[in-house]
Nanobody
Framework: QIYLGESGGGLVQTGDSLRLSCAASGGFFSTYTMGWFRQAPGKGREFVAAINWSGTTTHYADSVKGRFTIARDNAKKMAYLEMNNLKPEDTAVYYC??????????????????WGQGTQVTVSS
């Protein structure tokens, strides 16, 4: 079983940057799609970004495209989310997740079955 742990969240101001990290232990990492999702207060969890096993394919939610960058380091079993030009609407708990299958690239939340505990990102205006 894989365990995921996020870090790097915090309180920042509009326009600032943050880099979230996701450390994996146990289980398989390098052959699976990794994703970042977020949940704002009073809202459901939403997709943010995903990256395929090799890092050659990425996909972003429209709301973060051009501002966020997802990356991974398979040797270190790490995934990252670089967030630039942060906005108050980016305030949420951010979760990293691993897809349930290595057979295809996915951005569908239902296809992710291993989740971290989340890290809070708060952007003040």
């Amino acid at each position: 079983q894989i365990y995921l742990g996020e870090s790097g969240g915090g309180l920042v101001q509009t326009g600032d940057s943050l880099r979230l990290s996701c450390a994996a232990s146990g289980g398989f990492f390098s052959t699976y799609t990794m994703g970042w999702f977020r949940q704002a207060p009073g809202k459901g969890r939403e997709f943010v970004a995903a990256i395929n096993w090799s890092g050659t394919t990425t996909h972003y939610a429209d709301s973060v495209k051009g501002r966020f960058t997802i990356a991974r380091d398979n040797a270190k079993k790490m995934a990252y989310l670089e967030m630039n030009n942060l906005k108050p609407e980016d305030t949420a708990v951010y979760y990293c997740a691993r897809a349930r299958t290595s057979e295809y690239f996915t951005t569908n939340e239902a296809d992710f079955d291993s989740w971290g505990q989340g890290t809070q990102v708060t952007v003040s205006s």
